[in-house]
């Protein structure tokens, strides 16, 4: 929500890094975002959407970001085997996409990214890799963390890990470029603006879900749906 200014930097350099890759797929969602990210669709991706490399959805509903909710939502409308979540801060380094899918040769394994990038610039953790079957094993990430930023990613790592027993690998920082902006950016679209304060929330959730063991979140509840949610450009 709001952040075409990154996804105009970033998409493009993805796209041409990521295209010798061909069995590949961007889902882009549109989170009722209020600055011209449709029409920039509209205009800058129609061919790629022709052919099955990105494809774009939009909702108008919802009034505040709300990370996990929209992770989920674009989660669910990938046909993949391995899934990957890339914020529309972060780039795609040249093979990534080919060291990707040799490392899912293990079948056990979920991969994740440290925070810093190449140039010590933070954000990168959201980063996350896995099969998709590990992904819904857990109903993805946690639609409860969804007033403020922080630690959403790392609850989904955790919970993929530790409820399928799988081996964390963690990427070379090689893999990792991001925009560099500020913390006021981050939480802008988020009902709560305190970063620390909502960190805390979610990190102290996490910490009562691992003392339960309970790796599964969303139960009983139609998890990254919008009722409103319609593919294309029209």
Known sequence: MGRLYHLEQTLPINLFNSSSFKNKEFIILNYNSK?????????KLKEEIKKGTVRYFRTLIPQK?????????????????????????????????EYLNELFQEPNIIFGSTSLDVNCNHGCCGKIASLKK?????????????LGWGWDDVS???????????????????????????????VKNFEMKNIEESK????????????????VVNKNKNWGFVEDLKEGLN
């Open 156 to 186: 989904l790592r955790y919970r993929i890990e530790k409820f399928n027993n799988l081996k964390a690998i963690y990427g070379d920082v090689k893999w990792n470029r991001v925009i560099n902006h500020s913390n006021e950016e981050r």
């Open 200 to 215: 805390k929330w979610s990190e102290d959730r996490l910490y009562k879900l691992s003392v339960l063991d309970e790796y």
């Open 35 to 43: 600055d011209a990210l449709h029409y920039w669709v509209k205009d």
């Open 65 to 97: 970001f709300s990370a996990t909710h929209a992770k989920n939502i674009a989660y669910r409308q990938a046909t993949g085997d391995i899934i990957c979540n890339l914020d529309a801060d972060n780039f795609i380094m040249k093979d990534f996409c």
């Open 134 to 146: 590990h992904f819904y094993s857990v109903n993805g990430y946690d639609e409860a963390q969804h």
